[in-house]
């Protein structure tokens, strides 16, 4: 692929500075498989209703996890673009502003969509747009302006919540952490992102090359490989597992004996 500009003219080849691609658009198709095949929770999807939700256990926690995952992102980013975009260190600052503001583009715009939608701001979409923001800046950090990323990153904090909603009311794809969308669809947001940003003519097509290489050909290859695995090793736990909860039913201990997290089959 980043051949593509010497061998085919196609702007500078397919541009990937920060690993959205091979990292992040990756992961995000694994987990759709990984979803695909294994199913969603038990009681996710209930036949009387709408999509029960199963919240995380510590929302304080998920926020100030996103915000160190920031720290991390502003050095691989800026590694990124002296490695694989080959920028002067004169442009390392220009990449980490381009970071810091896709982040918080996105943040405002999803904190903007919540509290349109639901009265009030969601705080675990919120995180979400926040981290879409940052898996899109690593396509297009070190090649955008600081408005560019603004701009691209508030597209990507627009669409995490709806996409995150439509995955799980419209299609019944039970993704607990919303990495399909935060990983899969910001990081190839982020790559068509970077075709429209960059000066080189002909580099939309080269980023629409990488993309379609992603969905027509790593794609299937996963499932393939992930559904072999499933023979073997079956990604879904049994059901006592499940009710549960993995620590008691592997370790014999709860992990966070402060919480009911499940009630007793005799009161049901």
């Given at each position: 692929m980043a051949q593509l500009g010497v061998n085919f003219?196609?702007?500078?080849?397919?541009?990937?500075?920060?690993?959205?691609?091979?990292v992040h658009a990756l992961g995000g198709l694994s987990a759709l498989v990984l979803v695909w095949i294994a199913g969603p929770r038990r009681g996710k999807f209930p036949r009387e209703g709408l999509a029960t939700a199963i919240p995380g256990h510590n929302a304080v926690y998920v926020q100030f996890g996103c915000l160190l995952a920031l720290v991390g992102w502003l050095a691989?980013?800026?590694a990124g673009a002296v490695l694989w975009l080959h920028a002067p260190l004169s442009a390392l600052p220009g990449t980490a502003i381009n970071t810091l503001l896709s982040a918080a583009g996105a943040l405002v715009a999803t904190f903007t969509v919540t509290r349109a939608r639901f009265?009030?701001?969601?705080?675990s979409l919120c995180a979400n747009g926040w981290m879409a923001g940052l898996v899109a800046s690593s396509a297009f950090a070190g090649l955008a302006t600081p408005a560019e990323s603004l701009l691209a990153g508030a597209v990507a904090g627009i669409f995490t919540p709806l996409l995150v909603e439509g995955l799980e009311l419209a299609l019944s794809?039970?993704?607990?952490?919303?990495?399909?969308?935060?990983?899969?669809?910001?990081?190839?947001?982020?790559?068509?992102?970077?075709?429209?940003?960059?000066?080189?003519?002909?580099?939309?097509?080269?980023?629409?090359?990488?993309?379609?290489?992603?969905?027509g050909v790593i794609f299937p290859l996963v499932y393939l490989l992930y559904?072999?695995?499933n023979r073997i090793v079956p990604f879904r736990v049994d059901p006592d597992g499940e009710r549960m909860g993995m620590?008691?039913?592997?370790?014999?201990?709860?992990?966070?004996p402060e919480f009911v997290i499940h009630?007793?089959?005799?009161?049901r």
């Open positions: 003219s196609l702007g500078a080849g397919f541009l990937d500075g920060g690993g959205a691609a091979t691989w980013n800026a009265g009030k701001p969601d705080a794809i039970d993704d607990p952490s919303g990495a399909i969308t935060v990983h899969g669809a910001a990081a190839l947001w982020g790559l068509l992102a970077a075709g429209l940003f960059a000066p080189e003519p002909g580099q939309m097509l080269a980023q629409l090359v990488g993309i379609a290489a992603l969905l559904a072999l695995l620590d008691l039913h592997e370790l014999g201990g709860g992990a966070y009630r007793d089959e005799s009161y």
